[in-house]
């Protein structure tokens, strides 16, 4: 089992910009696959950026395509989300999730662990 820790969020202006990082312990971090989603107040739970294991494959939802990127440091046991030109449609508690078998999946269900999530909030 894997232990998956979120923090960089914050309070920011639209058009600001923050980087997750997702810190793991336990397991083995580099057979991971590693995806990050997110939860608006009274929205269902949604997909933003999924990473290969290797890190050199990356698949993100639309709306955020162009302004944020996923990248990831096996060394350091560290997921990172870049996200540039927030918008308050982005305001939600940000989660990170690790799947055993490491494909680009956009699907909450097929992720086996899960961090507690950090708050990002976009002013207008």
């Known amino acids: 089992q894997v232990q998956l820790v979120e923090s960089g969020g914050g309070l920011v202006q639209a058009g600001d910009s923050l980087r997750l990082s997702c810190g793991a312990s336990?397991?083995?971090?580099?057979?991971?696959?590693i995806g990050w989603f997110r939860q608006a107040p009274g929205k269902e739970r949604e997909f933003v950026a999924a990473?290969?294991?290797?890190?050199?494959?990356?698949r993100y939802t639309d709306s955020v395509e162009g302004r944020f990127t996923i990248s990831r440091d096996n060394a350091k046991n560290t997921v990172y989300l870049q996200m540039n030109s927030l918008e308050p449609e982005d305001t939600a508690v940000y989660y990170c999730a690790a799947r055993v078998v490491g494909i680009l999946s956009a699907s909450s269900t097929s992720y086996n662990f899960w961090g507690q999530g950090t708050q990002v909030t976009v002013s207008s």
């Open positions: 336990g397991g083995t971090f580099s057979m991971y696959g």
């Open positions: 990473v290969t294991r290797s890190g050199d494959g990356t």
